[in-house]
């Protein structure tokens, strides 16, 4: 088993379309964090498997389309050894439609899919041989149900690394939980992928990990963020809890603590095992908004 990382910095000039909330009234005044393209590649079972997270609202059909025709041309990858995922910052470059972009994002856009490439090839050229620690936690404190208080929500926290087979050095830690990034409201004009880089930046200060890439998937998140009426978030109605970069910090903090105790209970995984993937679009039914006298 074999397994190698990147990260890219994608951030967008200023006063570039932000993307993820209509209330949102100007462009982007400067940078809070910078975004990033991170890829793993992985070498298991005599497949290839690669997964490239990005700091974005999501990802265009357009966009999936072109990189994945590149993906499979430079490297000889098969759509369904391919993940591509947006962590959902509501704070990135408008790409997906819902705000009408400018001519910064159109430019910005243009140069995206090498720079997701460009972090495969960096990663695939660092594999090395590996094994992984695996474990899980519980997370009910972050996540709510933000259609029914006390609804539904997944609470399970994943963590996985990838470390060199002759030290304690981490190549890759690999988070997944399901959370809408949107700690920040429709009032911040500043560049950011929220919770995630403070998550990102509190497992690096630890030193087995510091020179390590972490990638950060978001899980069932449709129905859960930390808190608050969606609906009334997206029309700029009040919320009776705190947004901004502090509790975005917070908020990344605890998340990264969870990786960190998940993986050092978790199990070791030495040699290879089957895998299996598959690849498939398909079209849900989308709800239709209330009316605003009705929220």
């Known amino acids: 088993m074999k397994a190698g990382a990147a990260s890219v910095c994608i951030t967008p000039p200023i006063g570039v379309v932000l993307e993820g909330y209509a209330s949102r009234k100007d462009v982007a005044h400067g940078v809070h964090d910078d975004l990033y393209v991170s890829s793993l590649w992985v070498e298991i079972d005599n497949r290839i498997l690669v997964f490239s997270s990005l700091d974005v609202l999501g990802i265009p059909n357009t966009l999936d389309s072109v990189v ?3 993906v499979s041309k430079r490297f000889e990858i ?8 947006a962590t959902h910052t509501h704070s990135g470059p408008a790409l997906l439609g819902l705000q009408e972009g400018n001519h910064l994002n159109e430019v910005w856009l243009k140069l995206l899919p090498e720079y997701i490439v460009g ?4 990663a695939k050229r660092t594999a090395e041989d590996c094994f992984m ?7 009910s404190e972050i996540g709510k149900n933000r259609r029914k208080v006390g609804g539904p929500i997944d609470s399970t926290l994943t963590a996985t690394a990838f470390w060199k087979r002759d030290s304690r050095t981490c190549i890759a830690i690999v988070v997944n939980y399901g959370c809408h990034a949107t700690v920040l409201d429709h009032t911040n004009l500043y560049i950011s992928s929220d919770f995630i880089s403070p998550l990102r930046e509190t ?6 990990f510091e020179s390590s890439t972490v990638l950060f998937f978001n899980g069932a998140e449709g129905n859960v963020n930390i808190g608050y009426s969606a609906e009334r978030s997206a029309l700029g109605m009040p919320v009776k809890i705190q947004r901004n970069f502090e509790m975005a910090v917070k908020v990344g903090k605890v998340l990264a603590l969870d990786a960190l105790l998940a ?7 030495e040699e290879e095992f089957p895998t299996f993937s598959f690849y498939r ?5 989308v709800r239709k908004p209330r009316d605003v006298e009705k929220i």
């Open 78 to 85: 098969s759509p369904e050894n391919f993940m591509l995922a």
């Open 281 to 285: 679009k398909i079209r849900v039914p």
């Open 263 to 269: 993986l050092e209970k978790g199990a070791r995984v």
């Open 133 to 139: 620690t695996i474990g899980s936690a519980r997370e």
């Open 203 to 208: 497992i690096l200060r630890i030193k087995e």
């Open 68 to 70: 994945r025709k590149k």
């Open 119 to 122: 972090s495969i090839e960096m």
